[in-house]
């Protein structure tokens, strides 16, 4: 167990938050692998964090770098590494999503990326399983102004 904003999460709460931040990582990753098709890190860590909900890996072992790239594939690949951080820290399950939903805003044209936003933000949280819906929906609401008000959907 261990306390976040303010309450216990139970680590079957910690395991669902890990699942949800690497299904939202991976469902921008095509963004990162468009660009660097050879580059497995962002594949990897998604892989790692779910690896440690099994528990097959430590939490360092989960953990991964930041990638040097621009554009939508920095931030698919910065939502990878966030979800496999999520094993460290629950909280870093918000950066996953914000990070996701960057990706798919900075992947188009200006005039399509309000709605695209939406629709991923949409996307995640119908990926919500029903045991951690309160608590994510709670923590998006109280920062979401921590993560460029990605969650405004």
């Given at each position: 167990m261990t306390i976040r904003l303010g309450r216990t999460l139970t680590d079957s709460e910690h395991h669902l938050l890990a699942l949800w931040a690497a299904d939202c990582a991976e469902h921008v990753l095509h963004f990162f692998e468009s660009v660097k098709p050879s580059d497995s890190r962002p594949?990897?860590?998604?892989?790692?964090?779910?690896?440690?909900?099994?528990?097959?890996?430590?939490?360092?072992?989960?953990?991964?770098?930041?990638?040097?790239?621009k554009g939508a594939a920095r931030y698919a690949a910065y939502a990878a590494g966030q979800a496999a951080v999520v094993a460290h820290v629950a909280a870093h399950e918000?950066?996953?999503?914000?990070?996701?939903?960057?990706?798919?805003?900075?992947s188009l044209g200006k005039d399509e990326q309000e709605e695209?936003?939406?629709?991923?933000?949409?996307?995640?949280?119908?990926?919500?399983?029903?045991?951690i819906r309160d608590l994510v929906l709670d923590d998006q609401r109280v920062r979401n102004h921590l993560c460029w008000f990605a969650f405004t959907c």
């Amino acid at each position: 167990m261990t306390i976040r904003l303010g309450r216990t999460l139970t680590d079957s709460e910690h395991h669902l938050l890990a699942l949800w931040a690497a299904d939202c990582a991976e469902h921008v990753l095509h963004f990162f692998e468009s660009v660097k098709p050879s580059d497995s890190r962002p594949r990897v860590a998604i892989e790692q964090i779910r690896a440690w909900v099994r528990g097959e890996i430590k939490i360092t072992q989960s953990r991964a770098a930041a990638r040097d790239l621009k554009g939508a594939a920095r931030y698919a690949a910065y939502a990878a590494g966030q979800a496999a951080v999520v094993a460290h820290v629950a909280a870093h399950e918000l950066g996953a999503a914000a990070y996701a939903i960057k990706a798919v805003k900075d992947s188009l044209g200006k005039d399509e990326q309000e709605e695209a936003s939406h629709k991923e933000c949409q996307w995640q949280r119908d990926q919500l399983p029903d045991a951690i819906r309160d608590l994510v929906l709670d923590d998006q609401r109280v920062r979401n102004h921590l993560c460029w008000f990605a969650f405004t959907c």
